[in-house]
Structure formats: C-alpha cells, structure tokens
C-alpha cells in the first residue's frame, strides 16, 4: 500500500492562521487532502479556507484554543463529524518567549506550556482513536502525527530555557508514541526547524527582539514553505517507510 498520494485523506493542522500551519495547510491541499485548519484567530481561517478553494483544493476552518481541553476535542470531534475520518495530525501550534529563567514572568512560561506542550497532548489524545482507525483501512494504510519541535529541542541556550524545555518534552514525548503505535501504522515523527520567517518572534516584548537582532548572523531564513515541504515529505513517504525525525536548517546557520 502506497501513501504518497493524499486524495481522499483528511488532515488537522493546528496553529494554522500564519506561518508554517498556514504553508502546511495549502502544501497538504495541494497534495489532495481536505485540510481541517485550526486556530484561534477565525477570520484567517476562513480567509485561508477561501483561497485553498479558490486553487481547487478542500479546507474547514475550525476556531479553536487547543490549551482548553474541551475546545481541543470537541475540534477534533468536529472534523471528524464534518469529514468522515482522520488521517493526518500536524501540531505545529507554538510559541516562543525568551529571556533569563531570574526573574522571568511566570504567566510567559505557564503560556508556553498551555500552547507547545498542553495544547500537543490534547489534539493528540482526541485525534488517536480516529488515526488508529484510518490506518487500518484501505485508502493508505498509514496515518500521520507529525509534531513541530525546533532546534531548541536538540540544544538549549542562554535565554531560551522554558522554550527549551517545552521544545526537549515534545521530542521525548513524541518518541514515546511513536514506539507504541508504530506498529499499528500510525507514524509519529518530530519535525525540528532553524531559524525560519515567521511571527514567533513578535510575541516577545522589544528588549528582546532587540537583543535578537543584535546577534542575528543568519542571512538567509528559511521560508514557511520549506518547513511545509518537509512536513509533506514525511506524511507522503509510502506506507512502509517513516521519518521518526528530521532537522531542517537555513544553511547559513550554524
């Protein structure tokens, strides 16, 4: 059984209103799926939805706040109700608020937890019966969870240590599911992106964008769409092949 193909296949993409959910949610159409886009900021989702139709693909937009429990099932539910299945779970969702862990502003990091960490494991636990299930029928005979991690889940640095943690906790956890579903096929894998052009870094208050540019030495970033051509590399790989891993980096950055 081949997967490389997404007709027919339904995918959630979280964190979809920018960036790299929103690249991914049109690379994913663009390979045939019907793409179940979610986020809180609703009028993005429906202009995103618009123009998926309008290039001849299939899109939902779900609002949704994934760090609430009930609002991250009852998207899932939702989708699945809406769309028949579920096939394909990207939990791209992020943020990122950096400064010295001395000090910090505690409301920042109980952020970063509900958003990377709380928000994954929510959308994780309600998508799973509906994956387990696509991959045991006939259309592709795999399902996909893949999670978007960073290179601050491989290596910490000064300033980065609550994001560090929650970015070094998704890597774990998502090794830990994919040894326990692995064999069912349902592939989980960890996508882990350098620096990239989106609007993480806005989040953080001037003084540290300040100092981020200070020593900012990569010239070129990747783009959104990098990251989404990686994520549908990994979900299109035939049914018998998985990316548990891959770390995508600008070469300029070192």
Known sequence: ?????????????????????????????????????????????????????AAGGTALAVEADITDRAQAQAAVQTVVATLGRLDILV????????????????????????????????????????????????????????????????????????????????????????????????RVGVLEPGAVMTELVSHNNQQVRDGLDATDDIPVRLQPEDIADSIAYMVTRPAHSSISELWAMPTSQA
Do not use: C
């Open 91 to 186: 939990n791209n969702a992020g943020l990122m608020l950096l400064g010295n862990i001395v000090g910090a502003d505690l409301d920042e990091w109980d952020r970063m937890i509900a958003v990377n960490q709380q928000g994954l494991l929510y959308t994780t636990h309600a998508a799973l019966p509906h994956l387990l299930a696509a991959a045991n029928d006939d259309l592709r005979g795999v399902a996909d969870i893949v999670n978007i991690s960073s290179i601050a889940g491989r290596q910490a640095s000064a300033n980065f240590g609550v994001y560090n943690m929650t970015k070094f906790g998704v890597n774990g956890f998502t090794e830990a599911l994919r040894q326990e579903v692995t064999k069912q096929q349902v």
């Open 1 to 53: 059984m081949q997967s490389t193909s997404l007709t027919g296949a339904v995918a959630i993409v979280t964190g979809a209103s920018s960036g790299i959910g929103e690249a991914t949610a049109r690379r994913l159409a663009e390979h045939g799926a019907t793409v179940a886009v979610l986020a809180r900021r609703k009028d993005r989702l429906d202009q995103l939805v618009t123009s998926i139709e």
